[in-house]
């Protein structure tokens, strides 16, 4: 990095499309939250407990990962960046306006339709973010960019249920869906502020899209970089999976503690991602993402492996505490390495598949973490947890090699987009 390309917090606070970023970011994740916690609250009440009805509200969230992500990823390539958010932030609004409409006349399982609309067209916003991203943030700027946008969103880990429980407890469901259609028109008038796409982005070649999907892959197949980063994204998909439905059994069968001991280990760990994301804000541009994301895997997975074995609660919550910690250094590192070794015209995409590598292979494993439990116990579970963490970190190890920070790979065998 020379002298004539400055890093600080200042710099890049004062970037125009980083200042609008982080505004929309504001709006969305508080209207996200509030929605997340009152329709969980509310579809409890309406069900009596029901635990098929509360899990149908994660297949809502999470289902549109997997069906929509890499079509919404192949036309965020085709479209303007800045349009399609814009459009996306106010169809969610407008969705919202029909599910209070369809409540107030008796239908209240129309909550599930709110999360799953907003899901879907998220995975064609989140893209064309990342577009815009590669666009607007000069490229020494963009580690330090993911910290502040990581950090935002710890921030909100601790505050955002806290949020939504008050204005669930306090105005009710109708309310707080109401917040949400609010939030999302908000951060469409924020987009707003962002310059207009560029022309190159209107005037493109038109294709057809089977050719631009198979474009796609491949571009992320030529690339060793982005395959590399495919096959750590899985491995640390499997391994999160396996722990993730898994925390209040460690609580309360390891260490012996009642349920609501769990509160404490989340707000412990959303304490520790923002300090974290500072911490790692104040030195990603002295370190290659490919390196922050191996140390932050390696650190997790002996964490994780730490926590298996511990029957000590404080020591569990001081590891817990740990992993927090280093998760901003996980994200930042995949994000930056995205941006950094993707054409812009090919963000989208490349997203749309790496991110259901992630989903898909957690889902799995969230799927078989009982089986897998009853079969070979909690300790040997968060120990291959750990394992298949220390698995991406060695697909990952390669990469090392690259000096000089990883440039994009030539564009073999991958055709126009």
């Not at 990469?399 to 440039?407: D, P, R, S, V, Y």
């Amino acid at each position: 990095m020379t002298a004539s390309q400055p890093s600080s917090a200042s710099s890049l606070l004062s970037n125009r499309f980083v200042q609008v970023i982080l505004m929309s970011t504001l709006f969305l994740q508080s209207g996200i939250w509030v929605r997340n916690i009152a329709i969980l609250f509310y579809v409890k009440k309406m069900t009596n407990d029901d635990a098929f009805a509360v899990s149908l509200i994660s297949v809502a969230e999470f289902a549109p990962i997997f069906v929509f992500s890499f079509i919404g990823g192949t036309f965020a390539d085709r479209w303007r960046p800045k349009r399609t958010m814009v459009w996306c932030d106010l169809l969610s609004a407008v969705s919202i306006i029909a599910v209070l409409f369809a409540m107030v006349n008796g239908s209240w399982k129309a909550v599930f339709f709110a999360t799953l609309v907003s899901a879907i067209l998220s995975q064609f916003s989140q893209p064309s973010g990342m577009k815009l991203f590669k666009q607007h943030v000069p490229e020494h700027l963009v580690q330090k960019g993911m910290s502040v946008y990581q950090t935002l969103f710890a921030v909100f880990m601790i505050f955002g249920p806290i949020v939504g429980t008050f204005v669930y407890q306090t105005y009710g469901i109708e309310t707080a869906i109401g917040i949400m259609g609010i939030s999302f028109l908000l951060s469409a008038a924020s987009l707003a502020l962002l310059p207009r796409d560029r022309q190159d982005d209107r005037d493109k070649q038109k294709s057809q899209v089977l050719e631009d999907i198979k474009a796609g892959f491949r571009y992320v197949l030529s690339s060793i970089i982005l395959r590399k980063l495919g096959g750590g994204f899985i491995a640390a998909g499997l391994g999160l999976g396996l722990i993730q439905p898994m925390g209040i059994f460690l609580i309360t069968e390891r260490l012996g503690k009642p349920e609501d001991y769990l509160q404490w280990f989340l707000l412990v760990n959303g304490i520790a991602m923002i300090i974290g994301g500072v911490v790692a804000m104040s030195f990603s541009s002295k370190i290659s993402p490919q390196k922050l994301l191996a140390f932050g895997m390696a650190v997790d997975s002996l964490a994780m492996i730490a926590m298996g074995l511990s029957t000590d609660y404080w020591l569990t919550l001081g590891l817990q505490f740990i992993s927090g910690l280093i998760l901003p250094c996980i994200q930042i590192g995949i994000n930056t390495m995205i941006l950094q070794n993707t054409e812009e015209a090919f963000i989208g995409r490349v997203n749309g598949i790496l991110n259901p590598l992630f989903m898909g292979s957690m889902v799995v494993t969230m799927m078989l973490s009982g089986v897998i439990k009853n079969a070979i116990s909690l300790v040997p579970l968060y120990v291959l947890a750990g394992v298949f963490f220390l698995v991406g970190v060695a697909v990952l190890l390669p990469l090392f090699k690259l000096k000089g920070g990883i440039q994009p790979e030539p564009n073999k065998a991958v055709g126009n987009s």
